[in-house]
């Protein structure tokens, strides 16, 4: 088949490289979001898509918004069988959803109906599932509510981040889409309807989202931090200034400490939750490098009775 493939970050990049590498497909331009300022410099720079495209000839279309008449005429130009999607980031409006004959064609990362939203990795690590995947399905206009074509699974291990399991998820996710690619150009797949129940939706995690509660359980606290990292990041407050927690660990066996209150050790640093404590293993102070906790405290000089979260 004829594709153009649509996504934007390096997430996406493996289920490009799948497609290019499958030899049953043409994937004749790429579609992704217009170049970003980033860097101390913002300077404008290429999406992880984009720069993989240009490396391997592809056409790239970098619409403001995919219903500019523009991009929709380029498109039917090029006349697409399908349309593969992986993170884009934009809404596609009923016009563009029209032009490839066989659809527009979404690799998600959870088991849908489940987790159906922008942050699926993330809600599933918070929430403590023990099993996700990925899925592939037809593009309606409905959120992420269309048939489904196949599915992966992937075990979420106990030390997973988001970005951990995010990874393992694009690279499986890739042979998934690229497989489904397969079966609708040979007709030996269709798209069967998700279920009414078991509908979770996974909103985009906020900063204030991404705020550390000490007054919750360990298991939550660890939820919270792995589910943040690497990004929004999770974090609370030290001596005013935020103070970002990139890597906690549950220690069942200390207890006693008051929620946020903290225990330095000579090479180690507790903070009480709701339940247990967790040992902090790795912060990053505000406007510093991501170091040990326990060098964390040595440069602080944490005193008895000092506390995170306020």
């Known amino acids: 088949m004829k594709l153009v493939f649509a996504g934007t970050p390096e997430v996406a990049v493996p289920a490009l490289d799948a497609l290019l590498a499958s030899g049953r497909h043409e994937v004749a331009a790429v579609v992704t979001r217009p170049d970003a300022p980033a860097g101390r410099g913002r300077r404008l720079i290429a999406s992880p898509v984009a720069a ?13 918004r995919p219903r500019e008449p523009e991009f929709l005429e380029r498109l039917k130009e090029i006349g697409p069988d399908c349309c593969p999607v992986v993170a884009y980031g934009a809404l596609l409006p009923r016009v563009a959803l029209d032009v490839p ?20 990795v993330q809600h599933a690590l918070m929430a403590g599932d023990e099993i996700t995947g990925a899925s592939t399905f037809l593009i309606e206009e409905g959120l992420d509510s269309g048939p489904v074509y196949g599915t ?19 690279f499986a996710g890739a ?12 007709g030996t797949l269709k798209a069967v309807p998700q279920p009414g129940d078991g509908v979770t939706h996974a909103p985009k995690i906020t900063v204030e989202d991404a705020r550390v509660d000490f007054k919750a359980p360990a298991l939550r606290v660890d939820r919270v931090v792995r589910g943040c ?9 030290f001596r005013g200034e935020r103070l970002k927690l990139m890597q906690v660990a549950p ?3 200390r207890t006693g400490l008051e929620p946020g209150a903290l225990d330095v050790g ?18 990053q ?19 008895a009775g000092e506390a995170l979260g306020g």
């Open 152 to 170: 992966v699974t992937e075990v979420i291990r106990p030390t997973d981040t988001s970005g951990d399991l995010l990874t393992r998820l694009a």
């Open 266 to 283: 000579k090479n180690s640093v507790h903070a009480g939750t709701g339940s247990h404590a967790v040992e902090l293993l790795w912060v």
């Open 251 to 253: 220690r069942p066996e």
């Open 229 to 237: 990292t690497p990004a929004p990041g999770a974090w609370t407050t």
């Open 101 to 120: 004959a066989r659809g527009w064609v979404n690799l998600h990362f959870s088991l849908l109906p489940a987790w159906r939203g922008a942050a699926p």
């Open 175 to 186: 042979g998934l889409l690229a497989a489904t690619m397969d079966g609708i150009e040979d």
């Open 52 to 64: 993989r495209a240009q490396e391997a000839g592809i056409e790239v279309l970098k619409p403001v």
């Open 285 to 303: 102070p505000q406007g510093k490098k991501p170091m040990q906790a326990a060098a964390w405290a040595r440069g602080a000089r944490i005193t």
